[in-house]
T-cell receptor
Framework: GQQLNQSPQSMFIQEGEDVSMNCTSS?????WLWYKQDPGEGPVLLIA?????ELTSNGRLTAQFGITRKDSFLNISASIPSDVGIYFC?????????????FGKGTKLSVIP | ETGVTQSPTHLIKTRGQQVTLRCSSQ?????VSWYQQALGQGPQFIFQ???????GRGNFPPRFSGLQFPNYSSELNVNALELDDSALYLC??????????????FGPGTRLTVL
Protein backbone atom coordinates (compact mmCIF):
# COMPACT_ATOMS: atom_id res chain seq x y z
CA GLY A 1 0.00 0.00 0.00
CA GLN A 2 0.90 3.64 -0.05
CA GLN A 3 3.43 4.78 2.51
CA LEU A 4 4.67 8.18 3.51
CA ASN A 5 8.13 8.72 4.94
CA GLN A 6 8.23 11.76 7.16
CA SER A 7 11.40 13.24 8.61
CA PRO A 8 12.75 14.08 11.01
CA GLN A 9 10.93 11.98 13.60
CA SER A 10 11.57 14.59 16.27
CA MET A 11 13.40 17.85 16.71
CA PHE A 12 14.37 20.21 19.50
CA ILE A 13 14.84 23.84 18.56
CA GLN A 14 15.35 27.16 20.28
CA GLU A 15 12.52 29.65 20.25
CA GLY A 16 12.91 31.97 17.29
CA GLU A 17 14.59 29.40 15.05
CA ASP A 18 13.17 28.22 11.74
CA VAL A 19 12.03 24.63 11.30
CA SER A 20 11.85 22.42 8.23
CA MET A 21 10.30 18.99 7.87
CA ASN A 22 9.50 16.91 4.82
CA CYS A 23 7.56 13.98 3.52
CA THR A 24 8.20 11.60 0.64
CA SER A 25 5.99 8.98 -0.91
CA SER A 26 6.37 5.95 -3.13
CA UNK A 27 3.14 6.98 -4.86
CA UNK A 28 1.79 10.09 -6.48
CA UNK A 29 -0.82 12.11 -4.64
CA UNK A 30 -3.10 14.77 -6.08
CA UNK A 31 -3.28 16.68 -2.83
CA TRP A 32 -0.85 17.09 0.06
CA LEU A 33 -1.92 18.28 3.47
CA TRP A 34 -0.15 19.24 6.67
CA TYR A 35 -1.76 18.79 10.08
CA LYS A 36 -0.81 19.60 13.66
CA GLN A 37 -1.93 17.46 16.57
CA ASP A 38 -1.80 18.59 20.18
CA PRO A 39 -2.03 16.11 23.09
CA GLY A 40 -5.58 14.88 23.62
CA GLU A 41 -6.80 16.46 20.42
CA GLY A 42 -7.48 15.41 16.87
CA PRO A 43 -5.32 16.70 14.00
CA VAL A 44 -6.00 20.24 12.80
CA LEU A 45 -5.44 21.14 9.16
CA LEU A 46 -2.69 23.75 8.65
CA ILE A 47 -2.14 23.88 4.91
CA ALA A 48 -3.58 22.12 1.84
CA UNK A 49 -1.69 21.89 -1.47
CA UNK A 50 -3.49 21.02 -4.68
CA UNK A 51 -1.03 21.49 -7.55
CA UNK A 52 2.49 20.21 -8.24
CA UNK A 53 4.98 22.98 -7.56
CA GLU A 54 2.49 24.95 -5.48
CA LEU A 55 3.94 27.02 -2.65
CA THR A 56 1.44 28.12 -0.01
CA SER A 57 1.79 30.14 3.17
CA ASN A 58 -0.35 30.39 6.27
CA GLY A 59 1.16 32.95 8.62
CA ARG A 60 4.58 31.70 9.68
CA LEU A 61 3.99 28.37 7.92
CA THR A 62 5.02 27.68 4.33
CA ALA A 63 4.51 24.40 2.49
CA GLN A 64 5.32 23.21 -1.01
CA PHE A 65 3.91 20.44 -3.19
CA GLY A 66 6.85 18.76 -4.92
CA ILE A 67 7.03 18.80 -8.71
CA THR A 68 7.16 15.01 -8.86
CA ARG A 69 3.98 14.93 -6.74
CA LYS A 70 5.74 12.47 -4.45
CA ASP A 71 7.01 14.87 -1.83
CA SER A 72 6.20 17.94 0.21
CA PHE A 73 7.88 20.08 2.84
CA LEU A 74 6.69 22.33 5.64
CA ASN A 75 8.66 25.26 7.02
CA ILE A 76 7.88 27.13 10.22
CA SER A 77 9.62 30.46 10.65
CA ALA A 78 10.50 32.16 13.93
CA SER A 79 9.19 29.33 16.11
CA ILE A 80 7.30 30.10 19.32
CA PRO A 81 6.43 27.84 22.28
CA SER A 82 2.89 27.18 21.04
CA ASP A 83 4.34 25.52 17.92
CA VAL A 84 5.05 22.50 20.11
CA GLY A 85 3.16 19.45 18.92
CA ILE A 86 3.22 16.67 16.37
CA TYR A 87 3.09 17.61 12.70
CA PHE A 88 1.74 15.15 10.15
CA CYS A 89 1.87 15.19 6.40
CA UNK A 90 -0.93 13.45 4.55
CA UNK A 91 -1.54 12.56 0.94
CA UNK A 92 -5.02 12.44 -0.45
CA UNK A 93 -6.09 9.54 -2.63
CA UNK A 94 -9.41 9.86 -4.36
CA UNK A 95 -11.03 7.27 -6.52
CA UNK A 96 -14.29 5.48 -7.13
CA UNK A 97 -16.18 8.34 -5.52
CA UNK A 98 -14.41 8.17 -2.18
CA UNK A 99 -11.33 9.74 -0.74
CA UNK A 100 -8.91 8.70 1.95
CA UNK A 101 -5.94 10.24 3.61
CA UNK A 102 -2.60 8.47 4.06
CA PHE A 103 -0.64 10.00 6.94
CA GLY A 104 3.06 10.07 7.70
CA LYS A 105 4.29 8.99 11.12
CA GLY A 106 4.68 12.55 12.32
CA THR A 107 7.41 14.96 13.38
CA LYS A 108 7.41 15.79 17.07
CA LEU A 109 8.49 19.39 17.58
CA SER A 110 9.81 20.70 20.89
CA VAL A 111 10.59 24.39 21.30
CA ILE A 112 13.00 25.48 24.00
CA PRO A 113 12.14 28.97 25.34
CA GLU B 1 -21.81 25.73 15.52
CA THR B 2 -21.04 22.44 17.31
CA GLY B 3 -17.77 20.71 16.48
CA VAL B 4 -17.08 17.00 16.10
CA THR B 5 -17.62 15.10 19.35
CA GLN B 6 -16.72 11.54 20.22
CA SER B 7 -17.70 9.25 23.06
CA PRO B 8 -16.50 7.78 25.24
CA THR B 9 -13.22 9.59 25.85
CA HIS B 10 -11.48 6.51 27.18
CA LEU B 11 -12.39 2.84 27.20
CA ILE B 12 -10.80 -0.33 28.54
CA LYS B 13 -11.78 -3.73 27.15
CA THR B 14 -10.39 -7.25 27.23
CA ARG B 15 -9.42 -9.46 24.32
CA GLY B 16 -12.36 -11.03 22.50
CA GLN B 17 -14.85 -8.38 23.61
CA GLN B 18 -16.76 -6.07 21.30
CA VAL B 19 -16.75 -2.27 21.41
CA THR B 20 -18.86 0.53 19.94
CA LEU B 21 -17.47 4.03 19.55
CA ARG B 22 -19.62 7.02 18.67
CA CYS B 23 -19.13 10.19 16.71
CA SER B 24 -21.36 13.21 16.25
CA SER B 25 -20.42 15.11 13.14
CA GLN B 26 -20.24 18.85 12.87
CA UNK B 27 -23.57 20.50 12.16
CA UNK B 28 -24.41 20.27 8.45
CA UNK B 29 -21.76 17.66 7.64
CA UNK B 30 -22.90 14.48 5.86
CA UNK B 31 -19.60 12.59 5.57
CA VAL B 32 -17.76 10.82 8.37
CA SER B 33 -14.37 9.12 8.15
CA TRP B 34 -12.84 6.92 10.86
CA TYR B 35 -9.14 6.57 11.57
CA GLN B 36 -7.05 4.41 13.90
CA GLN B 37 -3.97 6.05 15.42
CA ALA B 38 -1.58 3.72 17.21
CA LEU B 39 0.85 5.23 19.70
CA GLY B 40 3.63 7.09 17.92
CA GLN B 41 2.04 6.64 14.50
CA GLY B 42 -0.02 8.69 12.11
CA PRO B 43 -3.74 8.04 11.73
CA GLN B 44 -4.70 5.15 9.43
CA PHE B 45 -7.88 5.32 7.37
CA ILE B 46 -10.48 2.71 8.37
CA PHE B 47 -13.52 3.68 6.31
CA GLN B 48 -15.76 6.54 5.27
CA UNK B 49 -19.53 6.95 5.37
CA UNK B 50 -21.46 9.27 3.09
CA UNK B 51 -25.21 9.64 3.41
CA UNK B 52 -25.49 6.48 5.51
CA UNK B 53 -23.51 4.22 3.16
CA UNK B 54 -19.93 2.99 3.36
CA UNK B 55 -17.97 4.86 0.71
CA GLY B 56 -14.39 3.65 0.80
CA ARG B 57 -12.45 1.35 3.12
CA GLY B 58 -8.84 1.04 4.19
CA ASN B 59 -6.89 -2.12 4.95
CA PHE B 60 -8.86 -3.23 8.00
CA PRO B 61 -10.54 -6.64 8.54
CA PRO B 62 -14.33 -7.11 8.46
CA ARG B 63 -14.52 -7.18 12.25
CA PHE B 64 -14.24 -3.39 11.93
CA SER B 65 -17.67 -2.19 10.87
CA GLY B 66 -19.64 1.00 11.02
CA LEU B 67 -22.94 2.73 10.70
CA GLN B 68 -24.08 6.20 9.83
CA PHE B 69 -27.48 7.40 10.99
CA PRO B 70 -29.99 9.77 9.31
CA ASN B 71 -28.68 12.63 11.47
CA TYR B 72 -25.19 11.76 10.07
CA SER B 73 -23.79 10.68 13.42
CA SER B 74 -21.77 7.50 13.19
CA GLU B 75 -20.65 4.41 15.07
CA LEU B 76 -17.52 2.32 14.77
CA ASN B 77 -17.90 -1.28 15.93
CA VAL B 78 -15.00 -3.61 16.52
CA ASN B 79 -15.64 -7.30 17.23
CA ALA B 80 -13.30 -9.89 18.72
CA LEU B 81 -10.91 -7.27 20.07
CA GLU B 82 -7.19 -7.94 19.83
CA LEU B 83 -4.35 -6.37 21.80
CA ASP B 84 -3.20 -4.52 18.67
CA ASP B 85 -6.55 -2.74 18.50
CA SER B 86 -5.37 -0.53 21.36
CA ALA B 87 -5.20 2.92 19.82
CA LEU B 88 -6.76 6.36 19.55
CA TYR B 89 -9.79 6.21 17.26
CA LEU B 90 -10.52 9.44 15.44
CA CYS B 91 -13.50 10.45 13.42
CA UNK B 92 -13.55 13.34 11.00
CA UNK B 93 -16.58 14.95 9.43
CA UNK B 94 -16.97 17.00 6.28
CA UNK B 95 -19.59 18.20 3.86
CA UNK B 96 -19.50 16.14 0.67
CA UNK B 97 -16.62 13.98 -0.51
CA UNK B 98 -13.30 14.93 -2.09
CA UNK B 99 -14.31 18.50 -2.65
CA UNK B 100 -14.74 18.97 1.09
CA UNK B 101 -11.21 18.08 2.18
CA UNK B 102 -10.53 21.61 3.34
CA UNK B 103 -13.54 21.41 5.59
CA UNK B 104 -12.72 18.07 7.22
CA UNK B 105 -12.68 18.42 10.99
CA PHE B 106 -11.38 15.81 13.42
CA GLY B 107 -12.85 14.98 16.79
CA PRO B 108 -10.67 14.58 19.90
CA GLY B 109 -10.73 10.79 19.62
CA THR B 110 -11.55 7.81 21.82
CA ARG B 111 -8.60 6.12 23.53
CA LEU B 112 -9.22 2.34 23.48
CA THR B 113 -7.08 0.05 25.58
CA VAL B 114 -7.37 -3.72 25.09
CA LEU B 115 -5.99 -5.88 27.91
Amino acid sequence: GQQLNQSPQSMFIQEGEDVSMNCTSSSIFNTWLWYKQDPGEGPVLLIALYKAGELTSNGRLTAQFGITRKDSFLNISASIPSDVGIYFCAGLYSGAGSYQLTFGKGTKLSVIP
Amino acid sequence: ETGVTQSPTHLIKTRGQQVTLRCSSQSGHNTVSWYQQALGQGPQFIFQYYREEENGRGNFPPRFSGLQFPNYSSELNVNALELDDSALYLCASSLGLAGGINEQFFGPGTRLTVL
